[in-house]
């Protein structure tokens, strides 16, 4: 009858649907010495689990120190550069402002002459823009006589 039951279990192991407990009872019938002519291909695998449970890693595992290393000049590096910007700005703090002239004028005069050449500056540089629009206008109703569009 015992045998009945550990083929089944043998059958719901190899299906997957085996629990705990039904496991542990074919590992405890492979680690028997009585186990059954036929089934003495299987005993490796249970007892494969036995002796895995009682093997210990027991290398050493070397340290690694390249991330030290690399922390290390990580470190230095943004101390260069802290050292670098606050050197920058307490150089360029000291020195005198410069003249800052933004183009004032005290006499109105010379305001109106100084604002006519740039309006005209700014009219000469649209009226180059709406010449360019004009050429595609042209184009248009040039590609709208050779393609008739509706």
Do not use: C
């Not at 405890?28 to 007892?47: I, M, N, R």
């Not at 703090?93 to 109106?112: R, V």
């Not at 050449?117 to 595609?136: D, F, H, T, W």
């Amino acid at each position: 009858m015992e045998l009945i039951k550990i083929e089944q279990l043998l059958e719901k192991y190899f299906d997957g649907e085996t629990s705990i407990t039904e496991e542990n009872e074919l590992r405890t019938y492979f680690s028997s010495s009585d186990v059954a002519q036929h089934l003495e291909h299987y005993k490796p695998l249970f007892g494969y689990f036995s002796t895995a449970k009682e093997q210990q890693f027991e290398q050493q595992i070397p340290l690694d120190t390249k991330k030290l290393k690399i922390a290390w000049i990580s470190i230095a590096a943004s101390v260069v550069v802290l050292l670098g910007a606050g050197t920058f700005a307490y150089f360029n703090y000291h020195q005198p402002q410069q003249n800052q002239d933004l183009g004032t004028y005290d006499n109105p005069e010379i305001a109106f002459r100084e604002t006519q050449k740039a309006l005209e500056l700014l009219s000469s540089n649209v009226n180059v823009g709406v010449e360019s629009v004009q050429y595609i206008h042209e184009y248009e109703a040039t590609r709208d006589k050779v393609f008739i569009v509706d």
